[in-house]
């Protein structure tokens, strides 16, 4: 901190005055990523991993830095069906496509500002007719990454 401490009589306590310090002091906090509706929890193999998701699910990127951050968004969508359905993506990404069980990668690096950003994820896609499985399975996020590439 650059400020000279008071110590106490013995020396083992030492207190600093921060007032001024964070004006001196810089930030560097990673972009954070939680999946905050529509998805079940992470079943993990020794393949990769995924999680379910209803027919909408919700990603929220946090940017708890004050300036912008680029990050690295890694996952495929894939549905647990041959036949081809619509999926959207809208929020800081933007994207139409056609997806099925084959899987479609998603491989973007974004620009995140500081704050709170969701990503809406929508798919048409019929639900799985899963035996003793009472979840609404409809799309699954594979191998789900996000990298933060640091500060712009």
Known sequence: TGIKPLTDEIGIFSFYRLDGV???VTTNFPALAKWVD???A?????DGNWRWCKNRAVLLIVNPDERERNVRLEMSLATGSLRLSRMTIRGFIN???TINAGG???DDN???TPGSHLLRLESKAAPVGATNDPRWLVF???NFRVTDLGRN
């Open 95 to 97: 994207k139409v496509m």
């Open 38 to 40: 529509g998805c079940y």
């Open 42 to 46: 992470l079943e993990i193999s020794d």
């Open 140 to 142: 699954r996020v594979v």
């Open 22 to 24: 964070s004006r001196r």
């Open 110 to 112: 974004i620009t995140i």
């Open 104 to 106: 479609v990668k998603i």
